[in-house]
């Protein structure tokens, strides 16, 4: 079974910086499409930034878009979120999402919390 880890959450002041990382127990290039997803409490699961592995290329919602990056490492066989000038309305859980022929797998999520 596909199994995505997230990590690297943390508590930030706002103007501040945090990159999360997705890694995976398979390929990252096996997967179809890499996503990144955020829930704040009472609030819908979000997409924030997706990515095709093996295209290299990156998406973003309106919301993040020239603060957030996504990128992939071969190495570390991650895909990352750099995320820059981290707002309060970036509190939420982030979660990482894999699209393998039509299913999907789910990360535990990551805390952010953006203070004021």
């Known amino acids: 079974q596909v199994q995505l880890v997230e990590s690297g959450g943390g508590l930030v002041p706002a103007g501040g910086s945090l990159r999360l990382s997705c890694a995976a127990s398979r390929n990252i290039f096996t997967f179809n499409v890499i996503d990144w997803y955020r829930q704040a409490p009472g609030k819908q699961r979000e997409l924030v930034a997706s990515?095709?592995?093996?295209?290299?290329?990156?998406k973003y919602s309106d919301s993040v878009q020239g603060r957030f990056t996504i990128s992939r490492s071969i190495t570390r066989n991650t895909v990352d979120l750099q995320m820059n000038r981290l707002k309060p309305e970036d509190t939420a859980v982030y979660y990482c999402?894999?699209?393998?022929?039509?299913?999907?797998?789910w990360g535990q999520g990551t805390q952010v919390t953006v203070s004021s």
């Open positions: 999402r894999g699209l393998v022929s039509g299913s999907e797998y």
């Open positions: 990515i095709t592995p093996t295209l290299s290329n990156g």
